[in-house]
């Protein structure tokens, strides 16, 4: 079946350094990749998403990296804050590309002041 | 603008009753999405509304769970004969439409304990 997986369940940075999370897929014929952040009591927050056809992706202070030849995503998080500690989960787009996500099991990141 | 909405937002129920969760998503997105967090884990796909079509519910853990989506706007999620197993975050998607999936806007969830 489909699965996605991250490779840290935590993850621990000093505040203004770079964090990396990753996360290795199984789907080859998936669409999209897509970074969430999950805050404590919230739902997921769409963060930045990367089509199967790019290798890199740049948002505001986050870059999100896809090597399809060894099926591994990972988001990149320029200059940490504080207010980056959240679970952050990949997902990608169903094999059958019916509209549902298939997400990871999420990396909590922790920014030490 | 509005956001996906939830309710209720805590839900506690003894085991063996039903219950309602609803959502209210963006107004105008035509696919609605209903997810499963379960304490520290990652979010397992339920249900999912598109337009008029049929909806793809083979997420469904059994057969105690349903939903249906009326005026292609609101959902309400129903599970009947609550179990403790039910006991997690229901979150609910909308995006607006299918080929923009990876677009998905998330509520807050209601978090469902069974006692």
């Known amino acids: 079946g489909e699965s996605v997986g991250l490779h840290l369940p935590t993850l621990s940075v000093q505040e203004g350094d770079n964090s990396i999370i990753n996360c290795a897929y199984s789907?080859?014929?998936?669409?999209?990749f897509i970074w969430y952040k999950q805050e404590s009591g919230k739902g997921p927050q769409f963060i930045i998403d990367i089509r199967s056809n790019m290798d890199k992706r740049q948002g505001q202070r986050v870059t999100v990296l896809l090597n399809k030849t060894v099926k591994h995503l990972s988001l990149q998080i320029a200059a940490t804050q504080p207010g980056d500690s959240a679970v952050y989960f990949c997902?990608?787009?169903?094999?059958?590309?019916?509209?549902?996500?298939?997400f990871g099991q999420g990396t909590t990141l922790q920014v030490k002041p | 603008g509005a956001g996906v909405s939830q309710s209720p937002s805590n839900k506690v129920t003894e085991k063996g009753k039903d219950v309602e969760l609803r959502c209210d998503p963006i107004?105008?997105?035509?696919?609605l999405y209903w997810y499963r967090q379960s304490l520290g884990q990652g979010l397992e796909f339920l249900i999912y509304?598109?337009?008029?079509?049929?909806?793809?519910k083979s997420g469904l853990p059994s057969d105690r769970f349903s939903a249906e989506r009326t005026g292609g706007s609101v959902s309400t999620l129903t599970i009947q004969r609550t179990q403790q197993e039910d006991s997690a975050v229901y979150l609910c998607?909308?995006?607006?439409?299918?080929?923009?999936?990876?677009?998905?806007?998330f509520g807050p969830g209601t978090r469902l304990t069974v006692t």
């Open positions: 998607a909308s995006s607006p439409s299918r080929e923009a999936s990876y677009e998905q806007y």
């Open positions: 509304f598109q337009g008029n079509s049929a909806p793809d």
């Open positions: 107004s105008g997105h035509t696919a």
């Open positions: 997902a990608e787009t169903s094999r059958d590309n019916t509209g549902k996500l298939i």
């Open positions: 789907n080859s014929a998936s669409d999209y």
